[in-house]
């Protein structure tokens, strides 16, 4: 029912109340009816409904990780504060794979973390914003010496992405990356220097206190770990491209021409052509397909291999597909354009594998259409 007829109810109901004793029941009668009314309109948002359509494709159904790190592991829900999960979510992790969602309310943001928060069992914890003061140099040679192997030289974090396809299977997670503007706008130094010292058990990250180093050296290596941060960061990330979604040539030959143009050019440049078939293949009666509408299925299996150990999501546009179409008296060849769609991720590495394939593209339409 929309709300005005609801209101228009309301208001007559009232009326009608208006007329009658005022007494305590009635009140008490028109009270409970109004909750009963309006009480969906100010639910509160579900939490767990909102982890499953934004968070659980990467982090898993149960918080037990894939391309995203697994949230309901014990030791990190432990090392982390629900300060640290609000500000991930609303900033992300700028380069790598965790988007921001900065188009969900407040409201959405703490049911989420509630709901990932619920998974421990145990108060959250809490952090103090008190920053940490240690010797930078030091840390740097410390981080050198005990995180670089796995965090990399400059706490870039680890490559490829948390699922077993781009890692080795005993590990859970891949190494964060640190000197990152989402994960330092997100953490407090005591937050890190928690985790120095405690490690987070089922990960490779061990506790460094166990390792021989001293309290003063971990807080020397917070102190580095924060020189990384050089700027206020907002979560916004800088547009990849301004492309448009799709890539259109029109070609001076014939549907059938064109077709076998596009066999040999993407055959010189070293894909397989998987398959050949019309575009409305599956989605009408087969035999009345139109024939006008022609896409051809081709991979390089190195380059899909190495594409998605960066990222899986690049599936959505692997393998490749080009598509002929005769409109009257024009061929057109049109394909979706990697860089536009290199701007809805937020992975550096695929970035670059997005301008690759571009010109791959780009390359055999043209051998294909000159």
């Not at 037990?64 to 999960?85: C, N």
């Not at 309310?105 to 703490?110: C, K, N, R, S, Y």
């Not at 299977?169 to 330092?184: K, M, S, V």
């Not at 890539?247 to 398959?275: A, C």
């Amino acid at each position: 029912m929309p709300v005005t007829d609801k209101f228009s109810r309301t208001s007559a109901i009232c009326r009608c109340v208006t007329q009658l004793d005022d007494t305590i029941e009635m009140r008490l009668t028109l009270w409970v009816f109004l909750m009963c009314l309006f009480g969906t309109v100010s639910a509160a948002p579900d939490g767990a409904q909102l982890y499953m359509t934004h968070c659980a494709t990467c982090h898993g159904d149960k918080g037990d990780g894939g391309v995203g790190v697994p949230l309901s592991l014990p030791a990190f829900l432990e090392s982390v504060d629900d300060s640290f999960l609000r500000k991930t979510i609303r900033l992300g992790r700028p380069g790598r794979v965790m988007p921001a969602f900065r188009a969900l309310g407040d409201a959405q943001v703490d049911a989420i973390v509630s709901h990932i928060r619920n998974w421990s069992g145990k108060p959250a914890p809490v952090f103090p914003d008190t920053p940490i003061k240690g010797d930078v140099q030091h840390g740097k040679e410390l981080f050198a010496s005990y995180c670089a192997a796995c965090h990399g030289e400059m706490g870039e974090g680890g490559s490829g992405t948390g699922v077993t396809f781009s890692r080795k299977r005993e590990q859970p997670i891949i190494a964060p990356a640190l000197n990152n503007p989402g994960f330092l706008a997100a953490a407090s130094d005591e937050m890190i220097r928690y985790t120095l010292q405690q490690g987070r058990a089922g990960t490779p990250m061990r506790s460094f206190l166990v390792q021989g180093l001293s309290e003063q050296d971990i807080n020397d290596l917070v102190s580095a770990i924060r020189s990384m941060e050089d700027s206020e960061f907002t979560g916004e990330r800088p547009e990849v491209t301004h492309e448009e979604a799709v890539i259109i040539v029109e070609s001076p030959y014939t549907l059938d021409e064109t077709v076998e143009n596009l066999k040999e050019s993407l055959i010189s440049q070293n894909f397989k052509l998987i398959r050949t078939d019309y575009l409305e293949h599956g989605l009408v009666e087969e035999g009345q397909e139109d024939k006008r509408q022609v896409i051809l299925h081709f991979c390089n299996f190195k380059f899909l291999f190495e594409a998605l150990a960066i990222d899986p999501r690049v599936g959505i546009f692997l393998p490749c597909r080009v598509t002929v179409v005769e409109r009257g008296d024009k061929v057109q060849v049109m394909t979706i354009n990697p860089l536009y769609l290199s701007s809805l991720f937020n992975n550096d590495d695929l970035d670059e594998a997005c301008k690759e394939m571009y010109g791959i593209y780009s390359e055999i339409i043209e051998d294909a259409t000159l």
